[in-house]
Antibody, heavy 119, light 112 residues
Framework: QVQLVQSGAEVKKPGASVKVSCKAS????????MHWVRQAPGQGPEWMGR????????RYAQKFQGRVTMTRDTSTSTVYMELSSLRSEDTAVYFC????????????WGQGTLVTVSS | DIVMTQTPLSLSVTPGQPASISCKSS???????????LYWYLHKPGQSPQLLIY???KRFSGVPDRFSGSGSGTDFTLKISRVEAEDVGVYYC?????????FGQGTKLEIK
């Protein structure tokens, strides 16, 4: 079965960077886009961007352009999301989510990674 | 960017009764390939969001048939024919016809 296992919770100071990993299993890793979605406390989900694990190509939401970098390691079926210049408003749960053969959007989700930005 | 607007923001339903959630998009979600790229998710407390409905009306694997999606163009509805206690959580609609993907504000379903 499809599994997406994310790295553990992080606490960062304002101005720092955070890198969250998402290890995929149970399907062909390079066949489907991986998306990153975050949810701040009390708010709805917010799409950050996606990566094509085969080509490594990315599309980012304009809001995060210049601050987010998504990468992948095909040898370990892992994608990474790095967010820099963190501020308190970046405190959120970050999810990775993959497509599948029938769903061209977020079909399967990781368990989420809480990133807390606090001085 | 496409704006998704859900109503109501909260819903309290007696078990066994139906429930309905509306979602409107600022642009048509009907693609030239004939598909409507509208999705419904349920986010239960302490869990990851789970996909219920994709491409307007297709139930995802394992989703009970009491969940159904309908609508067209810019107006969509998620219906639960008979609400059960396990259906509590926040429901979101989402569009994928255009990047960035965008979500509604969410509808919180509670059990009376």
């Amino acid at each position: 079965q499809v599994q997406l296992v994310q790295s553990g919770a992080e606490v960062k100071k304002p101005g720092a960077s955070v890198k969250v990993s998402c290890k995929a299993s149970g399907y062909s890793f390079t066949s489907y886009h991986m998306h990153w979605v975050r949810q701040a406390p009390g708010q709805g989900p917010e799409w950050m961007g996606r990566i094509n694990p085969s080509a490594g190509s990315t599309r980012y939401a304009q809001k995060f352009q210049g601050r987010v970098t998504m990468t992948r390691d095909t040898s370990t079926s892992t994608v990474y999301m790095e967010l820099s210049s963190l501020r308190s408003e970046d405190t959120a749960v970050y999810f990775c989510a993959t497509e599948n053969a029938w769903v061209a959007a977020a079909a399967y989700w990781g368990q989420g990674t809480l990133v807390t930005v606090s001085s | 960017d496409i704006v998704m607007t859900q109503t109501p923001l909260s819903l309290s339903v007696t078990p066994g009764q139906p429930a309905s959630i509306s979602c409107k998009s600022s642009q048509s979600l009907l693609h030239t390939d004939g598909q409507t790229y509208l999705y419904w998710y349920l986010h239960k407390p302490g869990q990851s969001p789970q996909l219920l409905i994709y491409e307007l009306s297709k139930r995802f694997s394992g989703v009970p048939d009491r969940f159904s999606g309908s609508g067209s163009g810019t107006d969509f509805t998620l219906k639960i024919s008979r609400v059960e206690a396990e259906d509590v959580g926040v429901y979101y609609c989402m569009q994928s016809i255009q990047l960035p993907l965008s979500f509604g504000q969410g509808t919180k379903l509670e059990i009376k």
